[in-house]
């Protein structure tokens, strides 16, 4: 079936150091999936931090990138230089991009920064 | 940014008893969604619903549940009955449809059947 994997459940990273969050997926039954990743700020509901739809492209939020790669089936998650106020939950999801309300996410990393 | 509002944020709840949760989506959307997630694990698709009816479910998606968006205003899940297994977080969705559109998540409501 279809599936996203993130293999940490939790990272904690220096502020102002590199971070890389991983995400595979497994698209059997979806041919060609839309890749997400979402963020859940502590208080807050879950928001679209950003998304893809064309394998090879990369997508950039708020410091953010991601590149859809098609051979490796992997959607990283990586940024520079954190921040204190990027500690979050981050989800990785896809979905079939006739149907993009319906998303399966991975497990989610939790991200914490260390002054 | 548009907001997808869930009443209560918690709610207890004994067993074998009628539940009800309340989401208050982003006026104009048209797709609404819910998504349950158990301590622990993924958060998972339970189904989608436009234009007054369910569009597609989930295998989680049990007999015991229902949805429904009566003139347009809550859109509401309902468990009856609940069982010890329905204790989960319960998260709504909306969306306004077409390709590429965003969807907006509620912040969930943290259900514990006792």
């Known amino acids: 079936g279809d599936s996203v994997t993130q293999t940490e459940g939790q990272v904690t990273v220096s502020e102002s150091k590199s971070l890389i969050i991983n995400c595979t997926y497994s698209?059997?039954?979806?041919?060609?999936?839309?890749l997400f990743w979402y963020v859940r700020y502590p208080g807050e509901g879950l928001q679209l931090l950003l998304k893809?739809?064309?394998?090879?492209q990369k997508g950039s939020s708020r410091g953010f990138e991601a590149t859809y790669n098609k051979e490796a089936t992997s959607f990283h998650l990586q940024k520079a230089s954190v921040q204190e106020s990027d500690s979050a939950v981050y989800y990785c999801a896809l979905s079939d991009r006739w149907n993009q309300g319906k998303l399966i996410f991975g497990q989610g990393t939790k991200l914490s920064i260390k002054p | 940014g548009p907001k997808v509002l869930q009443i209560p944020s918690h709610q207890i709840i004994d067993m074998g008893q009628m539940v009800t949760l309340n989401c208050d989506p982003v006026?104009?959307?048209?797709?609404f969604y819910w998504y349950k997630q158990i301590l622990g694990q993924q958060m998972e698709f339970l189904v989608n619903f436009y234009n007054g009816k369910v569009m597609e479910k989930s295998k989680l998606f049990k007999d015991q549940f229902s949805v429904e968006r009566p003139d347009g205003s809550y859109f509401t899940l309902k468990i009856q009955p609940t069982a010890l297994e329905d204790s989960a977080v319960y998260f709504c969705?909306?969306?306004?449809?077409?390709?590429?559109?965003?969807?907006?998540f509620g912040k969930g409501t943290r259900l514990t059947v006792v």
């Open positions: 893809v739809i064309t394998a090879g």
């Open positions: 969705a909306s969306s306004p449809g077409g390709l590429n559109t965003e969807v907006f």
């Open positions: 006026s104009n959307h048209l797709y």
């Open positions: 698209a059997t039954s979806i041919g060609y999936p839309n």
